[in-house]
């Protein structure tokens, strides 16, 4: 268990503060919306309104006590203020949400130890998804490398993943097999694939369509 504080109460904050409650961690949500935060305060640990632009705020909450601390604020000049006296206080882990390319900048130079970009994200995998109906999900890991939900190839049908030496052939790593909705990790070589079988596999772009092709 986490103990976590969630900085805005945006769509984007107040999703990631319930999935983090949901998950056992601790979690206080805090926002100037007093609406948003009547709205999720019995959802979670604890939750505050104020405007946390002002250093005096921020400190008494007593930042530096959080293991992480997710600022989810949008606004460009008030994120980068926020991430400011964050540091000033002796806060720990610093995770923020970017709303575009330069803040995610700004962010990284202003001491932010780890940078999100959601719409960036869910864009590329909607993207990756319509744009090739054999992939049926993803994950991006990084800009070139990413976690896609293929159907297994027919070829691969009845063969161990030690036969294959997929990792050889291919530039891909097979993490998992997916049925009725199960998801099982793979980690014996002596795997056999089956018929119609979705699978998770890590590679680049490049190597994932070469691979479903």
């Not at 540091?87 to 995610?104: M, N, P, R, T």
């Not at 294959?164 to 002596?190: F, W």
Request: charged share 25%; hydrophobic share 40%; proline share 2%.
């Amino acid at each position: 268990m986490k103990s976590i504080l969630v900085i805005g109460a945006g769509r984007y904050g107040t999703h990631l503060a319930l999935e983090l409650y949901k998950l056992g961690n601790e979690v206080m949500i805090v926002d100037q919306d007093e609406t948003k935060i009547n709205e999720i305060s019995h959802l979670v640990t604890a939750a505050e309104i104020g405007d946390f632009t002002i250093k005096s705020n921020l400190e008494s909450l007593g930042v530096s006590d959080f293991d992480y601390i997710f600022l989810c604020m949008s606004d460009f000049k008030s994120s980068l203020i926020i991430l400011d006296y964050l540091k000033e206080l002796g806060a720990g882990i610093v995770i923020a949400k970017a709303s575009g390319e330069v803040h995610e900048k700004f962010l990284l130079k202003n001491g932010a130890d780890n940078v999100v970009y959601p719409e960036r994200d869910f864009a590329l995998a909607t993207a990756v998804e319509y744009s090739n109906r054999k992939i049926f999900d993803f994950i991006r890991l990084s800009d070139d490398t990413g976690i896609y939900e293929i159907e297994a190839p027919d070829k691969w049908c009845s063969y161990t993943l030690a036969n294959l030496d997929v990792r050889k052939k291919h530039n891909v790593s097979v993490i998992a097999s997916k049925c009725e909705g199960k998801v099982v990790a793979i980690n014996n070589p002596d795997y056999t694939f089956k018929k119609d079988e979705h699978i998770y596999v890590m590679g680049t772009p490049k190597d994932i369509t070469k691979l479903t092709k």
